[in-house]
């Protein structure tokens, strides 16, 4: 019985030391943790440079690493070797992220859309040939849709790994009407660049600074062709756009300039014998 009893004091001598201990470590562990993700929250949000969803992001990774350091700690003091333990969980991370390769690569470009912020919500994109207006930007991917009504899931990488031009957004708040018009070879150059001019001339939200161009750029197969470039405030441009286009038809017709169909001449040669 006294044997009993002296091994039971032993045993708690030993290890009652090092539960008491392990149980103070998790417990200062895990206050450390939830002060620092508490911290990195406040301060990601009081950040005019951060967004809340990468702030939420940074908290969590604070908080995870801070208590696996913590668990390691408290294993430490039960004489498990914790370096095979931390090798065990690289190996484990390694793993992980091969299988999850395309999944960390939209969410580290989230992570970067979020904090570059190249683009915001509300605002129109253009990615290759495709416009879409942000919804919404999340980790993985973001919710958009198009001018015409569909709704859209772009993962991230996408957006993060090819040219995205911002529409909404210009160093001086204008967007300039950029189009070509074809007239035919026999009609006037001067006449038709003279009848583009007086159209913008007409139109009040096209600025006079930066100044247009009118001129021919290029002796198409079935055309000569002009380019038209005319800067207007950005939010008007579409607006503008749209009734240019319609007005320069109009006084080509008006004026008897020709916007030819594309057309291919034909000759044939008779043998003579």
Known sequence: MNLDLEMLQTVLTTYGLKVIGAIITLIVGFIIAKALAGWTRKYTKNSKHTDTTVGGLFSQIVFVTVMLFTVVATLHQFGVETTSLVAALGAAGLAVGLALQGTLSNVAAGVMVLILKPFKVDEVIKVGDD???IDDIG????????????????????????????????????????????????????????????????????QADPERLVEVTSLGDSSVNIIVWAWVPRADWWTVRLSLMRKIKEAFDTDGITIPFPQTDVHLIQDAG
Request: glycine residues 6%; proline residues 4%; hydrophobic residues 40%.
């Open 131 to 133: 416009v879409f207006v």
């Open 139 to 206: 980790l993985i991917a973001s919710r958009a849709h198009t001018p015409d009504g569909p709704s859209v899931f772009i993962p991230n990488s996408k957006l993060w790994g090819n040219v995205a031009m911002n529409l909404s957004h210009s160093h001086n708040d204008l967007r300039r009407f950029n189009e070509t018009f074809g007239i035919a070879y026999s009609d006037d150059i001067g006449k038709a660049i003279a009848i583009i001019n007086k159209v913008l001339d007409e139109e009040d939200k096209v």
